[in-house]
């Protein structure tokens, strides 16, 4: 896959890469594991193998896997009322909420009508008591709305309800820790030394930010910033450790393509009917909060996005895989065999379909198709 080399390389040379790393796996083998760059902003330290990074949303796979994994041993059923494991849950008319609901971003609970601070989002029983208190925006199953923070205490939630774990802890008992993955929800604070510096992008200039948020609807605003978010909070020694499986997943591009690959099918972990669940189409439909930056329609499968008629992960539709905020991503395509992760720090400014996404994607295809 010389063409996976090559477009890496000019991620550096022509798209303001800083540090970053790709894998490819195919057929569940490495063919692909690269990596360079600088680790901080200071260019001081080297990018290494085992270097391990923030990857935001694209977290959000590995969290839908440990429901998937529990519904493929039959301790939850994704048709089932989310109130059935957490009846809290059922308050402000949301009984009909499904668990498939949750996985798809379609529960209505994108964002907290109350204030919400970065340090109350710590607090997992405080955020998960306020949305469960919580009314839905939108009639729960008949749109997506992208869940930004919230999605990783809901799904999470219900995990817990039935292992008694959280879902960083489930996902580490039952597949990082026994096959050997570097994930983790959150950062061991022994392990922050091998942690890369997450660069932000220019901010908009104040009076361009004003009148963005200015033109926000109510739902927006609250699935984007509450509470308010930036890159540096992930920094933090506090960030790392806190349990926010929608956001503060950290791991190894070679740890994102073994977690996609295991949604997949990879390493038996899941059932074949289990795994070719995760792509169950929900709908295709524009996006309630993600809306206003992707000018085309999107469709979810249980807790990935699809590729679709864009080609957001590649020429096949039914191929799918999460984006990070900043730009990281896990791609699967089990028609291919494929499974591909790719982690960086130099944070750029699309909601999806970062450039340096792009190229990479459209080189691992090229390589399949010509054996490169």
Request: hydrophobic content about 40%.
């Amino acid at each position: 896959m010389r063409a996976v080399r090559t477009a890496f390389e000019e991620n550096f040379r022509e798209r303001g890469e800083l540090g970053a790393a790709v894998t490819v796996l195919v057929g569940g083998r490495t063919a692909v594991d690269l990596w360079g760059g600088w680790a901080d902003a200071a260019r001081t330290r080297r990018w290494e193998r085992e270097t391990l990074v923030n990857v935001w949303s694209t977290g959000k796979g590995p969290t839908a896997l440990c429901a998937h994994l529990l519904a493929d041993r039959g301790l939850l059923d994704l048709d089932a009322p989310v109130a059935a494991y957490w009846p809290e849950f059922a308050a402000a008319g949301k009984d009909g909420v499904l668990v498939r609901h949750l996985l798809a971003h379609r529960a209505g609970l994108a964002g907290l009508r109350e204030p919400h601070s970065l340090e109350q989002a710590y607090d997992w029983e405080l955020t998960c008591s306020r949305l469960a208190a919580t009314a839905p925006w939108w009639e729960p199953g008949t749109r997506s709305g992208y869940h930004t923070l919230t999605y990783g205490h809901l799904v999470g939630e219900v995990v817990r309800r039935i292992t008694g774990l959280l879902p960083g802890e489930f996902l580490a008992r039952e597949v990082t820790g026994p096959l050997g993955i570097d994930f983790t929800i959150g950062l061991p604070e022994d392990q922050a030394g091998r942690a890369a510096e997450l660069v932000q992008p220019p901010p908009p200039a104040a009076s361009d930010h004003g009148a963005l948020r200015a033109r926000m609807p109510p739902l927006v605003l609250a699935a984007l910033g509450n509470p308010p978010i930036d890159g540096a909070d992930a920094n933090t020694p506090e960030w790392r450790a806190a349990h926010l499986p929608a956001a503060n997943g950290h791991g190894t591009a070679r740890a994102v393509a073994a977690l996609y690959g295991v949604l997949a099918g990879d390493r038996g972990v899941l059932s074949p009917g289990a795994a070719e669940r995760v792509r169950e189409g929900q709908g295709r439909c524009h996006d309630l909060v993600l809306g206003i930056g992707i000018p085309f329609e999107t469709e979810l499968g249980l807790g990935v996005w699809l590729s679709g008629e864009h080609g957001s992960y590649g020429p096949n539709p039914r191929a799918y895989g999460h984006d990070g905020f900043g730009g990281s991503f896990g791609l699967a395509d089990p028609d291919a065999g494929i499974s591909v992760g790719y982690v960086m720090n130099r944070m750029g400014p699309d909601l999806a379909d970062d450039p340096r996404k792009r190229a990479l994607i459209e080189a691992v295809y090229a390589s399949l198709g010509t054996g490169a």
